[in-house]
């Protein structure tokens, strides 16, 4: 069925008929059918039966199929040679499937047994045994038979064995009639992409077919057809319970008038009690559980967003019938799992496809786009990022309007969000914590794409809470946590965090607490403003460009904790930086080093990479002060006191000759040198770092003096490869298990310690190269967990294989030419596509 069809039989109810009849007209034609489409007629139900005056051929006839699918009614008269005609067959495979789409379905198992039908055996497995041997019988159509019949058997009906049957069929004409007076619940005027989600739900509820009562959950983003896909699910399956209510909007109207109305409606809808008076939401729930224990019951409550919503309207799974059936909408999770609801199922955005059809019902009353506009509507279902809301609202503002007001209004999207879509989503956001709220806020102005532990890293940095935090903005569905570990965000959501922020000043950027569009943050820093609610900055320009500015910007910002600057040569240094900066991401910084009254005691992230004038030196106050010239050239401690710093990346700074005394940053835990051409040396308190974890120097080709002693308890991975300079490996004082990989390829090293063998933990070993390198200790056999070694063009050290021949028949494996594959890199910092 196409999407169009969908909508037309699912959402419009335009029906023909009141009630479609299926019999098998030699069994029940001119008696019990004859009989029932009489009464049907008497009673004014608009019924239609096949007096065999429609053309009947190998296939059901078009004009056929629309009458059935034009009733809102299907009485299946299964009698005992129903199955016996193929044609019958078929065309109970169309009913039920038009039962997906709102039609009800009532079986009526004349002199039958319904156990016959769903095992398929007796009468019915006979018919079907000579079907199967009928020449070019088709395996689909009979699985399609089979699977119609288990449907039809399992829905609720009536059997007649004896008695009298115009009482049986009275009581069918009552059925009937109630189900014809019943109002369908309105879905969506074009409902696409439903039809596989309903499936998918009715799916898990028949895997967890052991539970007396089903309690389901359906979770997602505000506007992502959560209450849609409840309300098609309640027009589906709501003929199968004894009595059933649909309660919509709990969060508002739990809000603005109270449990007890709720409560009051529930009762009303299930029971008929209309005038039920309540002290108190106790007696309320008192009043549901006593009334609804014995009776199989549907409930439907959409948008909940409090735990006590929950108890007080439906409490446990014992509360109700079997067979009952709790279908609850919200965007949190969490809530969920808190209440015990074990079926849960996430809605999450429409794939392209149906994106795209459901975007050109509202901006073309059509499903494919005008010509001319193909480009376009892929740019504003981009701008929609799926969510059906929002692109209804898009379609809708868009529609009748030409290519120039397509472009503009796009535009002005992007840079000021639709108010009705970001008031909807923005409920979600509002049900938070403060510290959600500003994880939340920092996700979605600066960290979108960035790995989930370097996120973490950086929010814990700024004293939040990011674990508990992460995991509730998952819950609520306002972040996505990726394949490949990386937070993200649809882009309405992060528009819709970014305007949150914009709105704190609509019309002065220096009075907001972020700043991230370029212009802003450009404006900012060069007006020197009143800018003292600003927390953070990240200036990415569209393309490399030079920023002529005092170098004042900063001076302001008192409460500043990060900054990120990438794509950007400024023309000067910045006399200032605020002693609150936590983060502080400068590609190409343009001073030789900090502001000298800069206080970095709170800094956590230091990642400064190809500046190619920093040295780390204290610049001079005056050109005459000696003891100033002297600290140029014999570097001064800036990081005294930097206990909270745990990364630092220095890569690329070609100035820098000395990595200077970092005892005073104990906890730091990756650092990185990488082709600083040329640094010379590395100060030995490097070699004492608990913490640290990583430690790269590659290309460092003038570093001569590494620490000489290290025990770096914490350590895992080693490179200082192409540092061809360094010609001596460290001393290692005590054994060092977390240590994994080493890289010393294409160094000067001419010989290993006998303490290399304290590195006990050691995976891969690259000595690639190593020219100078004679021999290897004989301590080496000691490293019982190296697995990989590469002694590619190291001619010194073929003699040395035949060590590796272990004394319990292991061997390594080690290789003489092939390239080694022990590099490592960092992880994403603040800037996710930055490289080191």
Known sequence: MTHEEESSSICKKSWIYDVFLSFRGEDTRYGFTGNLYNALHQRGIYTFIDHEKLKRGEEISPTLLNSIKKSRVSIVVFSKNYADSGWCLDELVHIMECKSQGQWIHPVFYNIDPSDIRHQKGDVGEALAVHEKKPGMDRERMNRWRWAMRELANLSGSHFK???????????????????????????????????????????????????????????????????????????????????????????????????????????????????????????????????????????????????????????????????????????????????????????????????????????????????????????????????????????????????NWKSTLQKYERVPNKDIQNILRISYDNLDDNEKQIFLDIACFFKGMALEACKRVLKGFGFHPDSGIHVLQDKSLVILKEDNTIWLHNIVEEMGREIVRQESPKDPGKRSRLWFYEDVLQVLKENSETEKIEGIMLNLPEEAKVDWSGEGFEKMKKLRLLVIDNAYFSKGPKHLPNSLRVLDWKYYPSPSLPVNFDPAKLVIVNLPHSPDLTLNVPLKNKLDYKSYISLITPKVQFEKCEHLIFMDLSHCTSLRNVPDLSGVPNLVELYLDHCTNLESIHRSVGWLTKLVKLSAKGCDSLKSFPSRIYLPSLESLILRKCSTLVKFPEVERKMEKIRIIDVGETGIKKLPASFSYLIGLEKLCLRKCTFLTALPNSFLLLKNLKELDMGNCPKLRKCLKMFKRFDGESISSSLSTESSLDTTQSDLVSPNDSP
């Open 162 to 404: 004896f008695g009298y049957e115009y009482e049986f069929i009275e009581k069918i004409i009552k059925d009937v009639s109630r189900n014809i007076d019943r109002d369908l619940l309105y879905i969506a005027d074009h409902p696409v992409g439903l039809k596989s989600r309903i499936e998918k739900v009715i799916s898990l509820m028949e895997i967890e077919a052991e539970y007396d009562v089903k309690m389901v959950g359906l979770y997602g983003l505000g506007g992502i057809g959560k209450t849609t896909l409840a309300r098609a699910l309640y027009n589906q399956i709501s003929d199968q319970f004894e009595c059933k209510t649909f309660l919509s909007n709990v969060r508002e109207t739990s809000t603005k008038e109270g449990l007890i109305h709720l409560q009051k409606k529930l009762l009303a809808d299930t029971l008929g009690d209309k005038d039920i008076t309540l002290r108190d939401v106790k007696e309320g729930m008192e009043r549901i559980q006593h009334g609804l224990y014995q009776k199989k019951v549907l409930i439907v409550l959409d948008d909940v967003d409090q735990l006590e919503q929950l108890e007080l309207l439906v409490g446990g799974s014992d509360g109700f019938g079997k067979g009952s059936t709790i279908v609850v909408t919200t965007r949190d999770m969490h809530l969920l799992i808190a209440h015990d609801i074990n079926i849960r199922y996430e809605i999450n955005a429409l794939d392209h496809e149906d994106a795209i059809e459901l975007f050109c019902w509202s901006a073309f009353k059509k499903d494919k786009p005008n010509e001319g506009y193909e480009e376009i509507s892929e740019r504003a279902v981009q701008y929609g990022s799926n969510l059906p809301l929002a692109l209804k609202i898009i379609g809708s503002d868009l529609i009748g309007k030409g290519m120039a």
